[in-house]
């Protein structure tokens, strides 16, 4: 992992400091058993949250990713980043609910599961509280594609991928398209 670079000299000049602050880590994909195991919460908000939020923020842009879950990088820790319907940002040990009975279905995907899409239903409105990385607390409603993106990446961080919420019919065609991808049957050949 690159080390990142704060203030100071760097005899590598503005244009490598540059370069060399963004962090690009390997995403777990399925069926990674990290992506199904409950994510531990936050209990030190200390440089190293800070510089883990930092690299799954550049993994998420690098990817083209609305969110991004910790245990998709393989560290089980409830965090993940989010840039979406104009906003971005990260939440520690979120708790989200739903604000009204209002639902939403539309595609749906995940890095940790390449090339996938299927119709998913999830609450239209939410609010997720949480802690910042400096352990202040954060508020961040989210409406449409940023509250699909906080249920889904907060389902991450109990180990569920959305797989488990699409209808019977969705989900077996989506399992069938997974068992028939590259990635899911010749991991080495995709290299990740
Ligand atoms: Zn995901």
């Given at each position: 992992m690159l080390e990142a670079s704060v203030g100071g000299c760097d005899e590598r000049g503005p244009i490598a400091r540059i370069m060399s602050s963004v962090t690009v880590l390997p995403i777990r994909i399925y069926p990674d058993a990290v992506l199904r195991t409950r994510a531990d919460e936050v209990t030190r908000f200390d440089a190293d949250v800070a510089r883990l939020v930092d690299d799954m923020m550049d993994t998420m842009r690098a990817h083209h990713g609305a969110g991004l879950a910790a245990p998709q990088v393989g560290?089980?820790?409830?965090v993940f980043v989010y840039e979406c319907g104009g906003v971005s940002g990260h939440v520690v040990n979120p708790v989200w609910r739903a604000v009204d009975d209002e639902l939403q279905t539309g595609p749906e995907g995940c890095l940790s599961i390449p090339d996938i899409r299927a119709e998913c239903t999830r609450h239209m409105n939410v609010v997720v509280e949480g802690f910042d990385v400096t352990g202040a607390p954060i508020t961040v409603d989210g409406t449409e594609i940023v509250a699909r993106c906080i249920q889904h990446e907060t389902d991450h961080l109990d180990g569920v991928l959305f797989l488990e919420r699409l209808e019977p019919a969705v989900r077996k065609e989506a399992m069938r398209a997974i068992r028939s991808a590259e990635w899911f049957t010749d991991p080495a050949k995709v290299g990740s």
């Open positions: 560290v089980s820790l409830r």
